[in-house]
């Protein structure tokens, strides 16, 4: 019988490189938050894919990025922790952007961030976007500023090099028994996964900053007698403009969010979904620590 083998993925990357799409391609479902809008993951989102006998557990960490915020300095701080726990380290970087200060500054940090055990491989992503040339030279310079232990050209959206990467993975893992069951894909609560479905329709519906004064949180979840579930959620904004905001007239902006969020949800649970939703308005949310709990943070790190 083959040997069963086991291990934790850390994807890491400036925000909006492309890991939650890499994690959800990789995954085969919808897990993190995908967005056009930067900084859009916040808690460590732990996706499981099979791959042979491997069973491979991501951690999409938080875009690195310099935090201004407590929010900020939290989810950096996360994104470092998941890549210091993990086997396997992927480090995306955007062909079309190449090596920007960001990428730069995370180079300069992964040494102090990393363990010496660890296999740290580079995926340079949105390979369709520059030409082969640019794409090779792109490479080099990276592996001369820091020997990577594998390279890869992907396009995490459209799924290209995608396998490849995942094999390698699946190869390069510790022997170990599976950790969590096969047929599992996210860690998050269900909960969870449902408040950043709702996230995520409000992040594209709204504009500029909003999306990150607000958070949403699930206050309650009940499996009702004819198989679908009734969800409640409120969306905590910091000021009563914003309120008005999200409401729209005639309440048609949060009419448009819910059923985009229900109907998301329900495709992902396989059955119907009541969703309701709520806007209250907290000046200080950004402050309390049962927020960050909420959202799978550490208030202490955004010290």
Do not use: C
């Amino acid at each position: 019988m083959a040997e069963t083998k086991a291990g934790f993925v850390a994807l890491i990357g400036e925000p909006n490189a492309g890991k939650s799409t890499l994690l959800n391609r990789m995954v085969g479902a919808k897990v993190s938050i995908v967005t056009h809008k930067v900084q859009t993951t916040r808690a460590r989102i732990r996706g499981v894919a099979m791959e042979g006998d491997s069973q491979i557990v991501f951690v999409d960490t938080p875009g690195i990025f310099k935090p201004k915020r407590r929010l900020d300095r939290a989810m950096v701080t996360a994104a470092w922790g998941g890549a210091a726990d993990a086997d396997i380290v992927v480090l995306l970087i955007e062909a079309h952007r190449g090596i920007t200060e960001g990428v730069e500054a995370i180079l300069a940090a992964l040494d102090a961030h990393s363990n010496p055990n660890q296999k740290i491989a580079l995926a340079i992503n949105k390979i369709d976007m520059v030409p082969v040339e640019t794409l090779l030279a792109l490479a080099q310079d990276m592996n001369a500023r820091r020997a990577f232990d594998e390279t890869f050209m992907i396009s995490a959206e459209k799924g290209k090099g995608v396998a490849d990467l995942r094999k390698w993975l699946a190869a390069e893992l510790p022997e170990g028994p599976w950790l969590y069951p096969e047929d599992q894909i996210a860690d998050l609560p269900m909960r969870m996964i449902a408040a950043e479905m709702t996230r995520e329709k409000l992040t594209l519906n709204l504009h500029q900053e909003l999306p990150y004064q607000l958070t949403v949180e699930t206050e309650s979840w009940e499996e009702r007698k004819d198989g679908s579930a009734r969800v409640d959620q409120v969306i905590y904004v910091t000021r009563d403009g914003h309120k008005g905001i999200i409401l729209g007239k005639g309440g048609e902006t949060i009419k448009r969010i819910s059923r985009a969020a229900r109907e998301e949800l329900s495709e992902f649970l396989g059955r119907k979904v009541h969703l309701f939703l709520q806007v209250k308005v907290r000046p200080n949310w950004l402050e309390e620590a049962e927020r960050y709990g909420e959202m799978g943070l550490d208030f202490k790190d955004g010290n």
